[in-house]
C-alpha cells in the first residue's frame, strides 16, 4: 500500500516561515519604483499580510515580465496562500528564466507534492539538491516525496543525508525513522515469503513483542527460535536481556552464561551477567567479569561505575573511589551524562567514608548540580512537547 504522510499540512507551514522570512530581494537593472513595489512586498511578507505582498509582486511582474525573481516571490506568496496551480506557474516561469535558482525548485517540488503530482515534484526536488546539496529541507521535502510515492530506500537515503546536515531538526528526525522503520518492514516481509518457517521470523518477533511490551510473548518467540538454532550467537542474550527487563535476574543470569559458552569473547554480554551478578549481591563474580571487561576494554565508563559499586560495597573504599574517578574521566561530558552523575555520587559516599570531608563535598556538590541540569533539561522538554502539542493543534484549527 502507498504510504502517505499525514503531516503534508504542517511541515508546509514550517517550511515556508523559514524561507519566507526573506524572500529574494535582488533583480539586475530594476527601477527604482521595482526596487520600492519588491521592498513593499517583501515588508507585506514578513508582516504576514499575504494579499498586500501579492499585489505587490504582482504589479512588480506585470513591469518587469523577464525578472525570475520577481515571479519566484509572487510563487511563494501563492503558495502560502494555497493557490497552488498559480504557484506552480510563477514558479516555472522563474525556473524557465533562470534554470539554477536555489530555492524556485524546492517550492514548485513542495507545490506539486500538495497537488499529489508526486513523480513530478520528487523530480523537482531532485534538481534542487542538484543545485543546493547541502540544503538540509530540500533533502528533507525529497525524501516526504519518495516517502509517499513508495520508495522506500531512497527516500530514508534522502532523509540520511538531511539529518546529517541537520541532526536536530526534529521534522527530518521523525520523517528519517519512519522512513527505516518502513524499509524494515520490506524487508520482513519478504524475508517471511522467502522462509516463513526460518527462526530469524521467530527473532524479529521477538523484538517486536519485547518493543511492544509483551515479555511473555518476547520470551516465546526467543523460545521458539533457540528450538531451531540453540548454538546461534545472539539469541540467548535477547532472552536474557527480556528477562532481564522483567527483574527476573536468575533466569536472565542463565541465559547469558548461555551466550557466553556460545561466544566467550562477547564483553556486552559479559558486562550485562556482571550487573545481574552484582544485583544478585554476588559479588567477587561481579568484580572479577567487571575486571575481564575492563582488560578487554580499559575506557569503558560504565564498568569502571558498576566496579565502583562493587568496590564499595565490598567497603574498599578506597578502590571504589579510583573506579568512580576512572568513569567520570572516561564518560566525560557525552554520551551518558547518567553515569557522571552517579558516578559523582558513588565518589562522595567513598570519601565520606574515608573521612575525605571537602573531596567529599567537592563530589556531592557535583552531584547536585548535574541531578539539577537533568531535571530542569527534562523540564524543558517537557514543555517543548507542550508547545509543539498545542502549536500543531493550533495549526491543525487554522488549516481546517
Known amino acids: 500500500m502507498e504510504y502517505r504522510p499525514r503531516s503534508k499540512r504542517f511541515l508546509l507551514s514550517v517550511s515556508l516561515v523559514a524561507v519566507l522570512a526573506g524572500p529574494c530581494q535582488y533583480a539586475s537593472g530594476q527601477s527604482a519604483s521595482g526596487e520600492n ?60 528564466l533562470k534554470p539554477r535558482m536555489r530555492g524556485a525548485h524546492l517550492f514548485l517540488g513542495i507545490g506539486l507534492y500538495r497537488l499529489d503530482q508526486l513523480s513530478a515534484a520528487s523530480a523537482a526536488l531532485e534538481e534542487e539538491v542538484r543545485i543546493s546539496p547541502s540544503d538540509p529541507v530540500a533533502w528533507m521535502w525529497l525524501g516526504v516525496s519518495e516517502l509517499a510515492e513508495g520508495h522506500n530506500k531512497k527516500a530514508a537515503a534522502s532523509l540520511d543525508k538531511a539529518a546529517e546536515l541537520n541532526p536536530k531538526d526534529v521534522d527530518i528526525l521523525y520523517h528519517q525513522g519512519r522512513a527505516h522503520m518502513l524499509v524494515s518492514k520490506e524487508t520482513y516481509e519478504e524475508m517471511y515469503k522467502v522462509a516463513p518457517d526460518s527462526w530469524r521470523i521467530h527473532q524479529v518477533l521477538a523484538q517486536s513483542f519485547a518493543e511492544a511490551d509483551r515479555p511473555q510473548d518476547a520470551i516465546s518467540e526467543c523460545n521458539k527460535a533457540l528450538e531451531l538454532r540453540p548454538n546461534e550467537p545472539g539469541l540467548h542474550q535477547q532472552l536474557g536481556d527480556v528477562y532481564w527487563s522483567q527483574n527476573d535476574l536468575a533466569k536472565a543470569k542463565e541465559e547469558f552464561l548461555a551466550e557466553m559458552r556460545i561466544d566467550p569473547y562477547n564483553v556486552d554480554v559479559k558486562f550485562k551477567l556482571a550487573v545481574v551478578s552484582l544485583e544478585r549481591s554476588e559479588m567477587d563474580e561481579a568484580r572479577q567479569l567487571l575486571t575481564d571487561v575492563l582488560r578487554a576494554q580499559p575506557n569503558f565508563a560504565a564498568a569502571h561505575y558498576q566496579l565502583g559499586r562493587v568496590e564499595a560495597q565490598l567497603q574498599n573504599n578506597d578502590k571504589a573511589a579510583n573506579e568512580f574517578l576512572a568513569a567520570i574521566h572516561d564518560a566525560g561530558d557525552a554520551p551518558d551524562t547518567e553515569i557522571v552523575k552517579q558516578s559523582y555520587y558513588g565518589l562522595a559516599l567513598a570519601y565520606r567514608r ?37 502549536h500543531e493543534k493550533e495549526k491543525s484549527t487554522t488549516n481546517d
Open 37 to 96: 513595489l519588491l521592498a513593499a512586498g517583501n515588508a507585506a511578507m514578513r508582516k504576514g499580510d499575504l494579499l498586500e505582498a501579492e499585489h505587490d509582486f504582482a504589479a512588480y511582474v506585470a513591469a518587469a515580465p523577464s525578472s525570475a525573481e520577481g515571479h519566484f516571490n509572487l510563487g511563494l506568496v501563492k503558495l502560502q496562500q494555497k493557490k497552488l496551480d498559480d504557484s506552480i506557474a510563477e514558479l516555472k516561469k522563474s525556473i524557465a
Open 354 to 390: 574515608l573521612q575525605r570531608t571537602e573531596e567529599a563535598r567537592a563530589a556531592m556538590d557535583s552531584f547536585t548540580r548535574l541531578k539539577q541540569q537533568a531535571e530542569a533539561e527534562q523540564s524543558q522538554k517537557l514543555q517543548n512537547k507542550l508547545k509543539r502539542a498545542d
